[in-house]
């Protein structure tokens, strides 16, 4: 049985810090101010309760350290969690073919042997036997569901952008121009159909995301400004705001839609993370300093894994999970209260995590490479 932790793989400025001991009062006196964070119910003590009292320590690295791996040939466009324990599915960037990866035994198998061309973007439905594919078309850009194990496809149109899919599979959300040229946001069938809209507005800098498999969160930009805001839409229309005027603010839901990740450029601290309990609005600053699109949510309960520029800062210029890094990987387990080096990136080896997962079983790190664009696995240890 796979015990509930919080792996949180994590770097900041004052990791010289830790090693002295010196980050554990910095991260106790983060959590102290923090209390209310998860918000504990009854004899439960929240995650902010735990930190404020916890003495945290850094564990040596591990001897024999794995390193990750290439485990794919060819540039990949995507990857999703499979059905099977441990299974990747991926997508080759070229020839639009999806694979399934055996992560333990690093066996690859054809999905779909079905080519897709033009391929921009693709996003897999959970357990990975469908896909959403956006693909450059005459006519402009196409979005196709596609049914990986039947090799059926129905087209969404070309007036459709900014696809997302529910936690659960069975809704799709986008955004669509009306004849008024506003922005709607409409909820559907995966394959389009029973189109319900949520929400009109003139908003043009929009992208949106689920929540729940109710709920969804806007990102939007007002064009007077360079922050972004986020915002929840709730099934019933209600809008709220989440975050105001953040600057190259990226996310990253927990699977339960409870709390969130999130990173934003300062002038203080360039980009850093911090984490967000939306029940109760409190929000911590995690002293990590990387992208919330480098890190990924484990399916397992409370657990998180981050790769960390090891030199370089993020900046205001480019959007953060696309600026080429040396990557570090660190893991947090909220469970020991220790805080280990999983791997230290090296200018020998060139690896810069994006559109990182946890498998299923929570033993593997996998993530495409920036650099060569190949999909790569690291394990746990």
């Not at 066996?107 to 391929?119: A, D, E, L, Y």
């Not at 996310?251 to 109760?280: C, E, I, K, R």
Request: one cysteine or more; hydrophobic letters at 35%; aromatic letters at 8%.
């Amino acid at each position: 049985m796979y015990r509930r932790n919080l792996n949180f793989i994590s770097h900041s400025k004052n990791l010289r810090l830790l090693q002295a001991g010196t980050l554990v009062a910095v991260i106790s006196a983060v959590a102290m101010s923090s209390t209310l964070l998860f918000g504990g119910n009854g004899g439960t003590a929240s995650i902010a309760d735990t930190l404020a009292s916890a003495s945290f320590s850094q564990l040596p690295i591990p001897t024999g350290v794995a390193k990750p791996k290439a485990v794919s040939e060819n540039p990949v466009i995507a990857l999703g969690v499979s059905s099977g324990s441990d299974v990747i599915s991926y997508m080759e960037q070229e020839t639009g073919k999806s694979f399934l990866l055996t992560l333990a035994t690093q066996r690859t198998s054809i999905q779909s042997n079905t080519p897709h061309s033009g391929v921009l973007s693709v996003n897999y439905f959970p357990r990975s036997q469908r896909v959403i594919i956006a693909s450059q078309k005459p006519t402009g850009v196409e979005y196709s569901y596609v049914d990986l194990a039947t090799q059926q496809s129905v087209s969404l149109g070309t007036n459709i952008k900014k696809v997302s899919i529910s936690p659960d599979g069975n809704s799709i959300a986008f955004l669509k121009k009306n004849s008024d040229d506003a922005t709607v946001v409409v909820v559907a069938s995966p394959d389009g159909s029973n189109q319900i809209s949520r929400l009109t507005t003139r908003t043009e800098e929009l992208t949106l995301f689920w929540r729940t498999n109710k709920d969804l969160v806007l990102k939007s930009r007002r064009p007077d400004r360079a922050g972004y805001d986020l915002a929840l839409l709730r099934e019933n229309g209600s809008l709220s705001t989440i975050l105001s005027n953040k600057e190259n603010l990226e996310t990253a839901w927990s699977p339960d839609g409870n709390y969130l990740l999130y990173s934003f450029f300062d002038t203080t601290d360039g980009v850093s993370l911090h984490l967000l309990a939306l029940t109760s609005g409190t929000k911590v600053p995690l002293g990590v300093y990387t992208s919330a699109e480098k890190c990924s949510w484990s399916s397992y309960g409370l657990s998180i894994t981050c790769g960390v520029p090891s030199k370089k800062s993020l900046t205001r210029d480019i959007s953060s999970s696309r600026t080429a890094t040396i990557d570090d990987v660190y893991t947090y387990d909220f469970d020991n209260n220790t805080l280990r080096l999983m791997y230290s990136g090296s200018s020998s080896t060139l690896l810069g995590v994006t559109k990182p997962l946890i498998s299923s079983s929570g033993k593997y790190f996998v993530f495409i490479n920036m650099f060569d664009s190949r999909l790569y696995s690291l394990p746990f240890q």
